[in-house]
């Protein structure tokens, strides 16, 4: 869903950025306060972009989400958190906000975007340090960790952004939003400096065996056709992500991920095989509703697993 909203009154700004995002006090010496704001959304994340034609201070209250910028020009000249002060400028993108830590500063004649998630999405993906009393996975950093980190983010921002929440026919479909939620939570903590661990301990790898393997197995093929997550699959198994992606690299030669994605492939075919292209049925909405949003990747996959383009399925 996109949402345009524009104003040149400072407390209806306030207001509205208060509904978006959180309770917020704004003050300007500025007299024409300019504001427009895109907004591009779903269940698990958003992404917009604002513009903000003056100058204006900003006390911004705790929000519940983590919340990631990306400057295209003007400058945030003073920003204050938690253990950061700092200052951002055109190019820059970094952790806006963390849960529960309110956020003050100023910004002036600002073009950029917020990207938001739900924190939780992050134990999707990871798992937390082994033997740590579990809580939810928290980011120890707000800015990258490199520049070519910092634009692995900032382009995996503009792909969500731009070719899935702005994109009606693809926000729509849970599969594919629910896999852009978990490929940005996967990116961040790559990018950034976290709680979580990406490596199998001791305890994982004697998990990781094929009693594990085919428990997850089985829990994907049941489960191919909802929104499930790393996490989702371990559970099922009764292991952690850790092993759950070890078992399957050391048994299968795979990762559950790619195997997830081969059985959608699978049921993409067979809906394929079933449709009727008289009664409207077309080879895009199969494979968005199976989580394949770029038609064009999809023809080379099916091609490449099957042998020839999915417009031969769809007619039968």
């Not at 790559?190 to 428990?215: E, L, W, Y």
């Not at 059985?263 to 509703?289: E, F, M, N, S, Y």
Request: proline content about 7%.
């Amino acid at each position: 869903m996109t949402v345009v909203f524009e104003s040149t009154d400072l407390e209806a700004i306030e207001a509205y950025l208060g509904h978006a995002y959180a309770r917020m006090k704004l003050s300007t010496a500025a007299g024409h306060p300019r504001a427009r704001i895109e907004h591009y959304g779903s269940a698990s994340l958003s992404a917009d972009r604002l513009a903000f034609g003056f100058a204006m201070d900003f006390a911004v209250a705790p929000l519940d989400t983590i919340a990631l910028a990306t400057i295209d020009s003007g400058t945030i000249p003073g920003y204050h958190t938690e253990h950061l002060t700092g200052s951002f400028g055109p190019g820059d993108t970094f952790v806006l906000t963390q849960p529960g830590r309110p956020v003050t500063g100023r910004l002036d004649q600002l073009i950029y975007g917020i990207t938001t998630i739900d924190p939780r999405v992050l134990s999707q993906v990871a798992s937390p340090e082994p033997h740590a009393k579990p809580q939810p996975i928290r980011l120890l950093g707000y800015r990258p960790i490199s520049a070519v980190a910092a634009a692995q983010l900032r382009t995996v921002i503009c792909y969500i952004r731009d070719d899935i929440l702005a994109n009606p026919a693809a926000s729509t479909q849970p599969l594919v939003t629910g896999s852009a939620a978990r490929l940005l939570a996967a990116t961040v903590l790559d990018v950034f400096p976290s709680t979580a661990s990406g490596d199998p301990g001791r305890q994982d790898r004697h998990d990781a065996n094929p009693v594990t393997v085919r428990r997850a197995v089985a829990f994907i093929e049941e489960n191919a056709h909802r929104d499930i997550s790393p996490a989702d699959i371990a559970a099922a198994a009764g292991v952690t992500i850790r092993a759950v992606q070890f078992g399957f690299r050391h048994h299968l030669g795979t990762t559950p991920r790619a195997y997830l994605r081969q059985r959608r492939l699978d049921r993409a075919r067979q809906d394929l095989l079933d449709a009727d292209p008289g009664h409207g049925d077309t080879v895009t909405a199969i494979a968005a509703r199976w989580g394949f949003l770029q038609p064009g990747r999809f023809a080379v996959e099916y091609r490449k697993t099957y042998g020839q383009p999915p417009s031969h399925a769809l007619r039968g």
